[in-house]
């Protein structure tokens, strides 16, 4: 099966710097706009450089640049700069970068995981080449979350009965976000339920087929839509494609906020397809889950 979301999906390049080009999915990106003035928030964090008013909207601005580690794009550079307003984790936000190089189509199945000795504080979700150029691609969720900490979620209305509903089932995480896998674990942690966690969606599918030979087959998969190499639609796909694993029920989540993503998600054989993250609602959808085993 050819994935619906890499038929859209390209890739944003654009620089932070004179050397390195960096990269985002297109999907993610509302509009490109050059800089225009800014105006101040208070109590900003220090990468908030300040706001900019957009078809109505006033959207907090990040120095993309600062926020990474490289050297602040000064006031002389703002006036040749471009902000990328995205759409990702429910919130917009504008991120200043010093160029827009082009938009390209991108094979996800090429992106490489980035190196390991990179350190958890490196902002990439995965590597590949243009041109014969190294192209990074951003963690956006990552970033955002250095920069917006996420507020506490409330999972205090979880009764124990239903944590005893989840706790037998085996529970598969699959996001290649460092940040959104921490989110996903963390919810199960505060609850005290088991899973296995895995950071692609072909590692996932390994674990899930030696899973079912082993008699420990996977009942809850919990995946990210947007991945490299076998993403969300394509993972799926393939599990309801296998007589010994489509019985599992699964919740694709994305970033993005879009009605295509949800509609793709159920398409390709989702039970449900959430907008990444909310631990209630991730909670919720387990547990819903966890009533449509028992009763099959």
């Given at each position: 099966m050819?994935?619906?979301?890499?038929?859209?999906q390209?890739?944003?390049?654009?620089?932070?710097s004179?050397?390195?080009l960096?990269?985002?999915g297109?999907l993610k990106?509302?509009?490109?706009?050059?800089?225009?003035?800014?105006?101040?928030?208070?109590?900003?964090?220090?990468?908030?450089?300040?706001?900019?008013?957009?078809?109505?909207?006033?959207?907090?601005?990040?120095?993309?640049?600062a926020?990474?580690?490289?050297?602040?794009i000064?006031?002389?550079?703002m006036?040749?700069?471009f902000?990328?307003?995205t759409?990702?984790?429910?919130?917009?936000?504008?991120?200043?970068?010093r160029?827009?190089?082009k938009?390209?189509?991108?094979?996800?199945?090429?992106i490489?995981?980035?190196?390991?000795?990179l350190?958890?504080?490196?902002?990439l979700?995965?590597?590949?080449?243009?041109?014969?150029?190294?192209?990074?691609l951003?963690d956006?969720?990552l970033?955002l979350?250095?920069?917006?900490?996420?507020?506490?979620?409330n999972?205090?209305?979880?009764?124990?009965?239903?944590?005893?509903?989840?706790r037998?089932?085996?529970?598969?995480l699959?996001?290649?976000?460092?940040?959104?896998?921490?989110?996903?674990?963390?919810?199960?942690?505060?609850?005290?339920i088991?899973?296995?966690?895995t950071?692609?969606?072909?590692?996932?599918?390994t674990?899930?087929?030696?899973?079912a030979?082993?008699?420990?087959?996977?009942d809850?998969?919990?995946?990210?839509?947007?991945?490299p190499?076998?993403?969300?639609?394509e993972?799926?796909?393939?599990?309801?494609?296998?007589?010994l694993?489509?019985?599992?029920?699964?919740?694709?989540?994305?970033?993005?906020?879009?009605?295509?993503?949800?509609?793709?998600?159920?398409?390709?054989?989702?039970?449900?397809a959430?907008?990444?993250f909310?631990?209630?609602?991730?909670?919720?959808?387990m547990?819903r889950?966890?009533?449509?085993?028992?009763?099959?």
């Amino acid at each position: 099966m050819k994935s619906k979301a890499n038929q859209s999906q390209g890739l944003l390049l654009f620089r932070l710097s004179q050397r390195q080009l960096f990269a985002m999915g297109t999907l993610k990106i509302r509009e490109l706009v050059p800089f225009q003035p800014l105006s101040q928030l208070p109590n900003a964090h220090a990468c908030v450089v300040g706001a900019a008013a957009i078809r109505g909207h006033t959207i907090p601005v990040v120095d993309m640049a600062a926020a990474v580690g490289y050297a602040p794009i000064s006031k002389e550079e703002m006036a040749s700069s471009f902000i990328i307003i995205t759409d990702c984790q429910r919130m917009v936000i504008g991120f200043l970068v010093r160029g827009i190089e082009k938009i390209v189509e991108c094979n996800w199945r090429d992106i490489e995981s980035p190196p390991s000795n990179l350190g958890k504080n490196a902002f990439l979700t995965g590597v590949t080449r243009y041109d014969n150029q190294l192209i990074q691609l951003l963690d956006l969720e990552l970033l955002l979350s250095k920069i917006f900490p996420l507020a506490s979620q409330n999972l205090a209305g979880v009764t124990d009965i239903q944590r005893e509903q989840l706790r037998p089932l085996r529970i598969l995480l699959v996001d290649d976000s460092k940040v959104a896998r921490k989110q996903l674990c963390d919810a199960l942690d505060n609850l005290n339920i088991p899973y296995d966690v895995t950071s692609n969606g072909k590692e996932a599918l390994t674990i899930m087929e030696q899973g079912a030979a082993d008699k420990r087959p996977v009942d809850i998969l919990v995946s990210d839509i947007e991945m490299p190499g076998l993403d969300g639609y394509e993972l799926a796909f393939e599990v309801r494609d296998n007589p010994l694993l489509r019985h599992a029920y699964i919740i694709l989540h994305t970033s993005l906020s879009s009605e295509i993503s949800v509609s793709q998600a159920h398409q390709v054989g989702a039970n449900e397809a959430l907008t990444k993250f909310d631990a209630r609602e991730l909670v919720e959808a387990m547990l819903r889950g966890a009533k449509s085993l028992t009763e099959s």
